[in-house]
């Protein structure tokens, strides 16, 4: 007999004594931050995912693999219970992969995290398999893709070359206020993924006190700005985490610190509010600048095709220099050329 999830009452939770098995593998702010999110029923399953997996994945990862298996129930019209996995998750499968790729123009990652919380479960395995292929022919299509270096339908309507973004650049700054006008220089001149600059503190002096979760923008002792520290990359480990800052950017970054009156830790792209961004309105914050200056809808990911486009397919720089190139934006070369786009 298949064995479901019962959920937990509040009385149960109480009487748990120690850390669970999630709870140890909580290593980062990230991580609480997940955990803390979900209730009663949900660590539950995370515990149950952890002691069923044979690969390690962090509590973050895991906790938003439930996150997104969520959602998933609700485009189903079910309500999440965690008793309800056999009879919703296994029962149907081929409609319900029809509905998330109705739903969603690339829903591979909907799939990852459907397969990651089955595999908590036995005899699941069918299941499994039927969510994997589908995931495996959306891989396909993509990988297809990629070698064609084909726009898609989004960045073909919103496309505009290097050359014409950086005139309007010129001629429209400064119509901005200082700190998107700063934001957005950073993203032209030195264009990261978004977590790179939302999550970027300001460091004078002593030590960094999140180094696991944050950036940091370091200044030495005479308050000039020297590099910019990288600690959470998608890339490899051994990668240099320390880029130093083009002299472009030193004058419109001194005058802003000074400006903003920043101090020590503090973040250097807020919200309205203060906080830290995230990442969905982050996203949405840097394409309302380029819609101001370009007209059109380009993203922060759709400028790093087109950076690359202009420089990583060029005659003019030889495999090293856009290998440092790839660096500097915190990818890999392979991924490098992946990103340019005809």
Do not use: C
Not at 197 to 221: A, I, P, Q, T
Not at 292 to 306: A, F, G, S, V, Y
Not at 307 to 331: H, P
């Amino acid at each position: 007999m298949n064995s479901e999830l019962s959920p937990l009452t509040q009385e149960e939770v109480a009487k748990i004594k120690g850390e669970t098995s999630s709870q140890k593998l909580i290593k980062t702010k990230d991580d609480k931050t997940a955990y803390d999110k979900l209730n009663d029923i949900e660590k539950k399953l995370l515990t149950r995912m952890i002691n069923n997996r044979k690969t390690k994945a962090s509590v973050r990862s895991l906790s938003n693999y439930i996150k997104i298996v969520r959602r998933v129930y609700n485009i189903l019209g079910k309500k999440f219970t965690g008793g309800n996995i056999y009879s919703v998750l296994t029962t149907g499968e081929e409609k319900i992969i029809d509905t998330l790729n109705n739903k969603y123009k690339n829903s591979k990652d909907v799939l990852w995290a459907i397969v990651n919380v089955l595999k908590a479960f036995p005899n699941t395995e069918n299941s499994i398999k039927k969510y994997s292929d589908a995931m495996g022919k959306q891989l396909k299509r993509d990988k297809f893709q990629r070698g064609e270096n084909k726009k898609n339908e989004k960045q073909s309507l919103n496309w505009k070359n290097y050359d014409k973004v950086m005139s309007d650049y010129k001629n429209k700054k400064g119509k901005l206020n200082l700190q998107d006008r700063t934001l957005i220089s950073f993203v032209l001149f030195f264009p990261r993924r978004l977590a790179d600059w939302y999550r970027m503190r300001l460091h004078k002096r002593g030590k960094k006190k999140d180094k696991d979760n944050d950036n940091y923008l370091n200044l030495n002792e005479r308050g000039v700005p020297v590099s910019f520290e990288f600690n959470r990359q998608k890339t490899a480990d051994n990668e240099n985490r320390i880029k130093y800052i083009p002299s472009s950017l030193k004058n419109m970054i001194t005058s802003y610190i000074r400006t903003k009156e920043l101090k020590n830790g503090d973040l250097l792209f807020p919200n309205s509010s203060g906080n830290m961004y995230t990442a969905p309105d982050f996203s949405n914050k840097i394409s309302s600048i380029f819609l101001q200056l370009t007209d059109r809808k380009i993203t922060n990911n759709m400028w790093r095709h087109i950076y690359i486009t202009k420089f990583g397919d060029s005659r003019k720089f030889n495999v090293n220099q856009k290998k440092n190139l790839a660096s500097n934006m915190g990818q890999s070369f392979n991924t490098q050329q992946e990103y340019i786009k005809k």
